[in-house]
């Protein structure tokens, strides 16, 4: 999905370009007699929707969420309304393509018949349930040799007595 998301940004922005280079000769009026019969406000639309959605493709091409495709696609679907409100038939396509591809893919994520990778510097770590710390034991205090020293011993004895 990273690259359709690049290339079909990529595309946007050289379709964008397009459609300002006829935005510009109808406004200057070179345009063929064919172009004045468009809508100029549709063009305008149209320019400013692939312009937008070639960037934002192309800016949330890392991105494997949900949240992201559904965005993008619909950025792409006023693209294909008024493209074919106003018989623009590549526009038209090209628009519900790029609706349509996102969208089935953030389904297919929802659905989780598809779970993205998630690259492992953005894992979260797991965290270690609570566990209180116990006050360590106290530990003995040194008696010598196991069988205790010989004055020790000896003064136990003499004490007895």
């Known amino acids: 999905m990273k690259i359709w998301k690049i290339v079909s940004g990529i595309i946007n922005c050289i379709f964008f370009i397009f459609?300002?280079?006829?935005?510009?000769s109808i406004a200057t009026g070179a345009a063929p007699e064919r172009y004045y019969n468009y809508n100029f406000l549709s063009l305008v639309g149209i320019a400013f929707c692939l312009l937008v959605g070639g960037i934002t493709s192309i800016v949330?091409?890392?991105?494997?969420s949900i949240a992201a495709n559904i965005v993008l696609s619909l950025l792409y679907l006023p693209i294909a309304i008024i493209s074919f409100y106003n018989k623009f038939l590549l526009w038209m396509l090209w628009g519900g393509i790029c609706f349509i591809v996102p969208w089935i893919y953030a389904q297919m994520i929802r659905q989780k018949r598809i779970v993205p990778?998630?690259?492992?510097?953005?894992?979260q770590p797991q965290q270690q349930s609570y566990k209180p710390q116990q006050p360590p034991k106290p530990q003995p205090k040194y008696?010598?040799?196991?069988?205790?020293?010989i004055s020790s011993i000896a003064h136990q004895k003499l004490d007895d007595k």
């Open 60 to 64: 949330s091409s890392g991105s494997r």
């Open 19 to 24: 459609s300002l280079s006829v935005l510009a």
């Open 117 to 123: 990778a998630v690259p492992r510097q953005l894992q």
């Open 143 to 149: 008696q010598g040799t196991p069988r205790g020293s």
